[in-house]
């Protein structure tokens, strides 16, 4: 990868004879959003601490914007924003002035602070009439978008989440992970989302991590990692009907005649065909030979879920095994 934005090599931090993080190598470029994931306790907010330059590795560099974290971590947070599992306000002050605040923290001119407070606060999603709420009121989810307002309102390079969603109800986890998209795209900015929620990683994230123990098992897109994994598994094909399909079905027999079929299970109007072949225009085939309306066929595409199970079962198995 040229120029990553991130990059890790061989990061280590060990506390004692325990590797919170061990050998890590990871590079990430300009504009991508990418998913650290594992259970808690992986490392995953270790890592994230030495990429910040807020603890010191105890073997191998992490580089964030060009700049080592170790050496320089001024440098990098000036150009990186990091928005934390739990954030906090003055709860006696407003959403504009805690965010008027931080901006003058973060060195913004006196004049310009105001008018680009009350801009990314409605980037991120906010009503005007929160504005000026106290903070003390606010939901999980609205301090959620209040924190990512001040990650954003130094226009980072960068920004890191860990484990953003926590605590916000479904319909709060969809609207801002379609925030971070949107940004992400809009803005070109580099997204490092630590999570466990597995399923909303899978909606947004480019590239995704799983980390178990302190260890990158892999990396890359869903697709990839799933063609890895599942080369050698079952194809599996839902046939879908106009009609109900009466049982005992008439034809099974002669379906399972087919060559590569393995196993079939008749539900209403749905048949599920395991085969160890790909051989989907055969069966559509067989199904319009026998007059049937075919109104939908899905091949079974495997999601992170299953990915994650299979490398940490994977993992597991090769632990045991030494």
């Known amino acids: 990868m040229e120029n990553p934005i ?49 603890t010191e590795p105890t073997g191998g560099t992490v580089n964030v914007c060009g700049y080592n974290a170790t050496k320089a971590p001024i440098a990098v947070k000036r150009r990186v924003g990091y928005l934390p599992d739990s954030v906090n306000f003055y709860d006696n002050m407003t959403a504009l002035e805690n965010l008027v605040y931080i901006g003058s923290l973060n060195d913004i001119p006196r004049e310009s602070i105001k008018a680009r407070a009350e801009e990314t606060l409605q980037m991120v999603g906010l009503e005007k009439e ?86 990158l098992l892999t990396e890359g897109n869903i697709n990839s990692l799933s063609n890895n994994l599942f080369t050698n598994e079952s ?51 067989f199904f319009v030979d026998k007059r049937y309306d075919v109104m939908g066929v899905q091949r079974k595409e495997y999601g992170l879920e299953e990915i994650y199970q299979k490398y940490f079962e994977n993992h597991l198995t090769e632990h045991i095994s030494r």
């Open 235 to 285: 194809y599996e094909v839902r046939i879908t009907l106009q009609n109900t399909i009466t049982t005992p079905w008439p034809y099974e027999k002669e379906l399972l005649m087919l060559e590569a079929v393995q196993k079939i299970s008749v539900e209403g109007n749905s048949i599920d065909i395991v085969c160890n072949t790909d051989i989907t225009p055969d069966i559509v085939r």
């Open 6 to 54: 991130i990059e890790l090599k061989n990061l280590t931090k060990s506390y004692g004879s325990f590797k919170a993080v061990d050998q890590l190598n990871l590079s990430i470029k300009k504009g991508e959003i990418f998913g650290l994931l594992g259970p808690n306790g992986a490392g995953k907010t270790t890592t994230i601490l030495m990429a910040l330059g807020l």
């Open 130 to 215: 929160a504005f000026h709420k106290k903070t003390a009121t606010f939901s999980r989810g609205m301090k959620q978008r209040l924190g990512l307002a001040e990650v954003l309102i130094k226009q980072p390079e960068v920004i890191i989440l860990d484990e953003p969603t926590l605590g916000i109800d479904p319909s709060g986890v969809k609207d801002f992970l379609r925030l971070i998209l949107r940004l992400s795209r809009e803005q070109e900015l580099t997204v490092l989302l630590s999570s466990h929620h597995l399923h909303q990683v899978q909606q947004v994230c480019d590239r995704v991590g799983i980390f178990v123990k302190g260890k």
